[in-house]
């Protein structure tokens, strides 16, 4: 079956240093490592590949395709932001009258898109380039903060990092939510201050706080007319709003950005873009193209800029004088695609247990598909045993397509040897093992609790 868009949803776990590697590359002088935030630590742990600049500045070895491979890695903010341009100038729109009138304007804004579709770009372009820029022309300050909610998980983590980013320093404990909140209101109005504060992956704190989501739709009216705080919403979908009440959606301003997967054609031009990566004519357009198509399978940015920067290092292993279609080929090879985990957590209920049918069955008979029919019969004993009221057919028709398309399965109509047309279910992303082991950690827990 051929691969399509939805595996842009899959990720590649990082190569992590272990502690004595970490501790042998702070002890590099400040003159051998990256000056990038990323490399301030310990040079660079990036996809199974270790680098810092002695390395690629004094190396016997032949002379590298990278001119500056920084430019290629995730957390570098490009100059250019091809196909996304349209979407900063609305997302600024929506934030003029912050700009123009700090203390009398607040706003909320919603970001949506897939994994690699400029989501996190597009907002620290606002926040850390045109917005502070436009808001000191009308005499303003407004500052901002990026913060992502898989790593901070609570409102009451989130202010503490606010307070730090002014220059205050609060413990993560001994204060109340609403102390630390009206401390962080207070030092804004003091210093005439407008914080904008961006929530990535918003539904994993909305999630497991519903009630989170209303406390920041309600933060304008902790200061009437001084308007101290603006928030930036971003997610994958808008799916968690189907766990908040009505009047915390009644709450919302709803202005939505949604952004979509991206065509070989745009990933095309991204790369082009930050060719410069490359010394001069060790990337060239073919090889440009061949890595805009395979990455137009899943419509991922990220991972279009992860495919040449991986091709670049096996051409510099090759000592190659360019990157040649092999080793975009053998980049591919070392990147298949993977389940991630985090993906799992973003499943309904039933769809999780769908998926412990299909594991179950492929693990138990050992065979590479099994049909609906057999997955419709062991998911409803699944859910009996766990009192569960099962779904009918079609919705479970509608969750089997759902997850073929997220990429989690693989469907195709029965061939020879089978007495009519039924949908075959398989895996390749992950073993049937593994993921019964994810899934039974999580979805198995909390219905038996």
Known sequence: ??????????????????????????????????????????????????????????????????????????????????????QLKKLELYFQNVAQSASKASQVV???????????????????ESLPRKAALYGNLVKVLHVNC?????LQAILVKALKSLGQSYPTRGYSFEELLTALVEELRSNRTHLVI??????????????????????REMAPGNQVL?????????????????????????NEIALDYYPPEQLADIITSRSEAFNDGCLDEDAIQFAADIAGQF???????????????????????????????????????????????????HQKLLLMAISTLLKKGDST???IGEVEESYTALCESMNVAAYKHTQVWSDVNELSRKGIIETQLSGKGMRGR????????????????????????????
């Open 1 to 86: 079956m051929s691969l399509d868009r939805s595996h842009q949803n899959r990720l590649f776990e990082p190569c992590l240093p272990t502690p004595s590697e970490t501790a042998g590359l702070t002890a590099l002088s400040d003159a051998n490592t990256f000056t990038a935030p990323l490399y301030n630590q310990c040079g660079v742990w990036y996809q199974g590949y270790k680098t810092n600049r002695a390395e690629s500045l004094s190396s016997p070895m032949a002379r590298s395709v990278f001119r500056d491979e920084i430019i290629l890695l995730q957390e570098y903010l490009p100059h250019q932001i091809p196909h996304r341009e349209a």
């Open 110 to 128: 919603m970001i949506t898109g897939p994994v690699g579709s400029g989501k996190t770009m597009l907002t620290k372009k606002l926040l850390f």
């Open 230 to 254: 603006s928030s930036i919403l971003i997610s994958k979908t808008t799916d968690y709003l189907k766990k908040v009440d009505l009047s915390t959606l009644s709450s919302l301003q709803w």
């Open 299 to 349: 419509g991922d940015a990220r991972y279009a800029l992860d495919l040449v920067y991986r091709a670049g290092k096996l051409a510099d292993d090759a000592e190659s004088p360019r990157v040649l279609p092999e080793h975009i080929r053998a980049a591919k090879a070392s990147l298949p695609p993977q389940l991630r985990k985090e993906e799992l957590a973003y499943l309904t209920t």
């Open 369 to 371: 598909y099994v049909t």
């Open 150 to 154: 898989r790593i901070d998980r609570s």
């Open 422 to 449: 039924t949908t075959m279910i398989g895996l390749s992303l992950v073993s049937a093992k593994e993921l019964m082991g994810e899934l039974e950690k999580g979805v198995v827990a909390s219905l038996r609790a």
């Open 198 to 219: 961006a929530f990535d992956e918003v539904d994993s704190l909305i999630l497991s706080d519903p009630s989170a989501l209303y406390t920041i739709t309600r933060l």
